[in-house]
Structures are given as C-alpha cells and as structure tokens.
C-alpha cells in the first residue's frame, strides 16, 4: 500500500485547508485511515480516524469541531478539511492506513498557520 497526501500550506488563523490522502495497492474499503501531526520538537500525535465501511470517524480534542475526516472508497481517497485553523495546529500532517496490525504511512506535508 503506498499512500499520498496532497493539500497543506500557509494560511492565516481562522482560516481553513483541506487534505485529501490517496491509496494504491491492496483493497481501499478494508483500511482503517487515520492522520496524524508533528510539531517542531513534539511528538507525532493522533488527529483523527475514520473506520473503514461506515465512516464512523474520531478526533483528538484538540481538533473536535474544527476538523473533519471523510472518506470515499471508490476514489480511494481520504480528506481531512480544517477549519478555523489555529497556530497551534502548525506541524507536519501525515495519513496512515492501517490493517492487520500493520501500518503504512504516507509522507509527511507541513502545514504552517500564522498568527
């Protein structure tokens, strides 16, 4: 499975982006796809998840009500759509699909909200 993000950027606070992380390879339907960040000088952290047939989505606190995680088996694609974006939320976003135990991730876009 090979994983591709796409979106991401510079944009002001309160202001929003979208993502969208494409898959290839493997059956799309049967992945659980969640993304994840990491801040300069933190630790990558759990942003959210959506379930694989029913698109039964979570979120960090941080990001509930602000984010939101949907998903189209078809496309086989992924969409992360941010809204009113803090500076906080500064950090490099990364998709990652997993099943069986197993874990694939995509690589990492930066994401950058100025004050």
């Known amino acids: 499975v090979q994983l591709q993000a796409f979106g991401g950027g510079l944009v002001q606070a309160g202001g929003y982006l979208r993502f969208s992380c494409a898959a290839s390879?493997?059956?799309?339907?049967?992945?659980?796809i969640s993304w994840h960040r990491q801040a300069p000088g933190k630790d990558r952290e759990f942003v959210g998840s959506?379930?694989?047939?029913?698109?039964?989505?979570s979120y960090a606190d941080s990001v509930k009500g602000r984010f939101t995680i949907s998903r189209d088996n078809a496309k086989r694609t992924v969409a992360l759509q941010m809204n009113s974006l803090k500076p906080e939320d500064t950090a490099v976003y990364y998709c990652?699909?997993?099943?069986?135990?197993?874990?694939?991730w995509g690589r990492g876009t930066q994401v950058t909200v100025s004050s």
């Open positions: 390879g493997g059956t799309f339907s049967n992945y659980v």
């Open positions: 959506i379930s694989r047939s029913f698109g039964v989505t």
């Open positions: 990652k699909a997993q099943i069986s135990n197993r874990d694939f």
